[in-house]
């Protein structure tokens, strides 16, 4: 089974997956997930890129593990570009004249 986030799909080497919390922290990993436009089941799976380093994750030799309280609350351009495309699609396909403009230096890498 492959790794990967429920909001970019990363399943990069460069980012860890984690699973929800099963504690009092899981409403606000839920809530963070929908507010984007995607829902959420019981394998959902958040990437290190919505968290903040050093805040929620310490990085220890090759891994990154997030501490107990860890709350995702960063959305990256990438995000908001998927985000538009899922929500839009329709409209982009019924209307082939609308134009996204974004900076490719802008995009995780």
């Known amino acids: 089974m492959v790794k990967r986030c429920v909001i970019c799909g990363n399943v990069d080497g460069d980012v860890s997956v984690h699973r929800f919390p099963t504690d009092v922290h899981r ?24 968290f903040v380093p050093g805040l929620d994750y310490e990085e220890r030799d090759v891994r990154r593990r997030l501490v107990r309280t ?21 409209s982009l396909i019924s209307n082939p004249t609308i134009t996204l403009h974004y900076n490719r230096h802008d995009l995780p890498t």
């Open 27 to 50: 409403p606000q990993w839920v809530e963070f997930v929908v507010n984007q436009g995607f829902p959420v089941n019981l394998r959902s799976m958040l990437c290190s890129r919505h």
């Open 70 to 90: 860890a709350v995702p609350s960063l959305v990256s351009i990438y995000i908001s570009y998927h985000t538009y495309i899922t929500k839009h699609h329709n």
